[in-house]
């Protein structure tokens, strides 16, 4: 065992005063090789809000309901009314659309370090890119009308009556893309391909199950049919026009496309296998669960040489292909999520149950996954076929860069100088952890990927989205950093590993949900 895993080994015997041992530890590493950068302080912004006032609530408003819009600003402060834009424009990488905004539950803004927005549709669809316009109108409660910038916005949430739901999808099916996007498609263009064998093929969406894009590099598909006979082939066309089922129509390149799949057909199942008798799709809502979707797509995997404070166990990067979409915890579970479950709390940090749980040995954080599982399967919740386990570390990678590449998923932030509007680190944590989802979220709205609490993965080693990872290695994969660590041990690609054993107060754990031996 060479020297940093001994220390490693050695943490569950720290308990509280791991705080005053581990930098006498670190200060031990350096002089055998091991160089440690301190973290930097929080730096931050006050923007200014600039409005315009004008007229009062007009009949045609009144008439379609008491709206309670909401925004929350970059400066902390909020404005509550009735947002009077009928649209949002998104500049997303496949093209723009113009998006009803009577269709939209919410938008986070990734603000001026180019990191795209997000936009959560009401039946759970999500798009990223850039929201193109200026400025927000909206009708306060006072009845004054303002403009509010885009760039003073970090969140749009549309928490009204608005009666008017994404029209029906005649046969419900799903389309989700490589940078993790999925939306419902209420008509598609039939598409024709070259079939393995040579043969030219006419293959109309209704006699399809899944359709597969296998590779973001040709046009290359496989085709599982509702017969449950499966052809690969090459698209002939490049492009695919799809009539989203909440309004707009777009044309897309083959290549931003992952998956398309009816919502009766579970995302992945094999051709002809029997599904269970009630299913999870995609457009399930979740959230009363504190899970997210997550689409098939694809993701760099590690860092390159050049990344600033690198670790020697992070390459070579790849890029992972993920065929099957899962849902993954909103948050690192909580100390009132794992005492619901299991009746206990081990975490040292007490007093308040929103905090992470922590000092939960891998077992035990598979415990609790398997115990979830029962108690939902039993109360009619979760169907058969369906499990709760932890993620792999190419999946917790996966989740945490949320189709970025930089650094962190908000940036490079080489400085470390924002990473305290995202993570609790050791520059700002006062030593403890901190309840759940304090901190802005990621691209893809997952809270504390970066520290917080190390998070247990599944797996050790794992490079690809498909291998198992060496489970039979000692050593478990952690992820994200902690309270405790400083800045770079937050960076997306940083990895650590624990015996299974090893009981930590900033070690804790996020779930994933997903079909049975996936």
Known sequence: MNFMAFIKSARWQVGARRSRMVPALLVLAVALGGLVRSGEPQASTDPAIRGSVSGAVADSDAERGARRDELVLWNGSRRVGHLLDATIGLRASYGRLQLPLDGLAEIRFGGPEGTPDIVQGRAGERFSGFVENADFRIRLESGEETAIRHEQVQRLVLRSDRTRLPPAVQEGRWVSLRNGDAWEAGSVVDFSMISSAGDGISQPWSGTVVVRFLDSHSRRVMVERR????????????????????????????????????????????????????????????????????????????????????????????????????????????????????????????????????????????????????????????????????????????????????????????????????????????????????????????????????????????????????????????????????????????????????????????????????
């Open 227 to 518: 017969d449950g006979s499966v052809v690969t082939g090459v698209l002939n066309d490049e492009d695919l026009e799809w009539t989203l089922g909440i309004g707009p129509t777009i044309r897309i390149h083959s290549s931003h496309l992952a998956m398309v799949f009816e919502r009766s057909a579970l995302p992945g199942m094999a051709a002809g296998s029997k599904a269970p008798d009630r299913l999870i799709q995609p457009g399930d809502d979740l959230t009363a669960r504190g899970l997210v979707w997550l689409a098939a797509g694809s993701s760099l995997v590690g860092s390159l040489n050049g990344e600033r404070d690198r670790g020697m166990d992070e390459g070579p990067q790849v890029e992972v292909a993920f065929g099957k979409g899962f849902w993954i915890g909103r948050c690192e579970v909580s100390q009132r999520d794992y005492l619901e479950v299991m009746g206990v709390n081990p975490s040292y940090y007490v007093g308040d149950l929103d905090h992470p749980v922590e000092k939960i040995s891998w077992h035990e954080a598979m415990e609790y996954c398997a115990k979830r599982t029962a108690t939902e399967r039993a109360g009619g919740v979760l169907p058969e076929g369906f499990e709760y386990r932890l993620p792999t570390e190419a999946e917790w990678e996966y989740a945490c860069r949320a189709g970025t590449s930089t650094r962190f998923s908000y940036g490079d932030d080489p400085e470390y100088s924002r990473l305290g509007r995202y993570a609790w680190f050791n520059g700002n944590s006062d030593s403890t952890t901190h309840p759940v989802g304090l901190k802005e979220p990621n691209p893809w709205g997952l809270y504390d990927m970066h520290g917080n609490v190390w998070e247990w993965c599944l797996d050790h080693g794992a490079r690809t989205g498909e291998e198992s990872g060496g489970r039979s290695s000692s050593l478990r994969g952690a992820r994200g950093g902690s309270w405790l660590y400083e800045g770079r041990f937050c960076r997306s690609a940083n990895r650590d590993s624990y015996f299974p054993g090893n009981r930590c107060s900033d070690l804790g754990f996020r779930v994933i949900l997903a079909p049975v031996g996936d």
